[in-house]
């Protein structure tokens, strides 16, 4: 079965610490894998998508298929990365279809 | 503000009453989706549409209905079968998949939060 599991609901850091958000999936074969944020009272949107390899407002996700993992990272945690993130994965029934995890909210304090 | 449009941003629904969510798209995209978002469980596929005049199941549609009657319009229906209606409700589209690597990208709307009187 095709799954996303993010097994924490809530992340809490001071601002300057690293920050990982869990993601792990569960696909058979090569997955595509975004993480989305919602911003408070902001509608959700990409924040990025792993086989565009890139950077975005300082966070970076690898794709470990060993691990069946796309983790979340930044180096240095900014108070206005607090927020709701969503890990997702596109069905395999090319359909466009994402199967969110649960979403982790990031709490960054002062 | 262009993009996806929802309204009403928050409705009330009565017992028994169907409610109608309207979702409105100017991207021209070809597919449109029905989430679900309660607190811990993510979000969760009600309808999908991959073309007008054409729509699909997804996790969760018990409850609900939809139509695409036309590319720009998506609406959702709540019927008075859904038992636990109150929730906030997203849109999405996307590109035709086709469209090379801009596909699979969906963009949201801002939600209507429904509530049960």
């Known amino acids: 079965a095709q799954r996303v599991t993010q097994p924490e609901k809530l992340l809490s850091v001071f601002k300057g610490a690293p920050v990982e958000l869990k993601c792990n999936y569960s696909?058979?074969?090569?997955?595509?894998l975004f993480w989305y944020v919602q911003y408070s009272r902001q509608r959700l949107q990409l924040l990025l998508r792993?086989?565009s390899r890139e950077s975005i407002k300082g966070f970076t996700a690898d794709l470990n298929k060993g691990e069946t993992s796309f983790h979340l990272k930044k180096p240095f945690a900014q108070e206005e990365d607090s927020a709701m993130y969503y890990c997702?994965?596109?069905?395999?029934?090319?359909?466009?279809?994402?199967?969110f995890g649960q979403g982790t909210t990031l709490q960054v304090k002062p | 503000d262009g993009g996806i449009t929802q309204s009403p941003k928050y409705l009330f629904r009565k017992e028994g009453q169907n409610v109608t969510l309207s979702c409105e798209q100017n991207?021209?995209?070809?597919?449109m989706y029905w989430y679900r978002q309660d607190p811990g469980q993510g979000l969760r596929l009600i309808y999908y549409?991959?073309?007008?005049?054409?729509?699909q199941k997804g996790d969760i549609a018990e409850g609900y209905s939809v139509s695409r009657e036309k590319k720009e319009s998506f609406p959702l229906t709540v019927t008075s079968a859904q038992k636990n209606p109150t929730a906030f409700y997203l849109c999405?589209?996307?590109?035709?998949?086709?469209?090379?690597?801009?596909?699979?990208?969906?963009?949201f709307g801002a939600g209507t939060r429904l509530s049960v009187l």
């Open positions: 549409s991959q073309i007008v005049n054409d729509f």
């Open positions: 997702a994965l596109i069905d395999s029934s090319n359909t466009g279809k994402l199967i």
């Open positions: 991207l021209n995209h070809d597919a």
């Open positions: 999405a589209s996307s590109i035709d998949a086709a469209q090379g690597t801009a596909k699979n990208i969906q963009y």
């Open positions: 696909y058979s074969g090569s997955p595509e």
């Open positions: 792993h086989i």
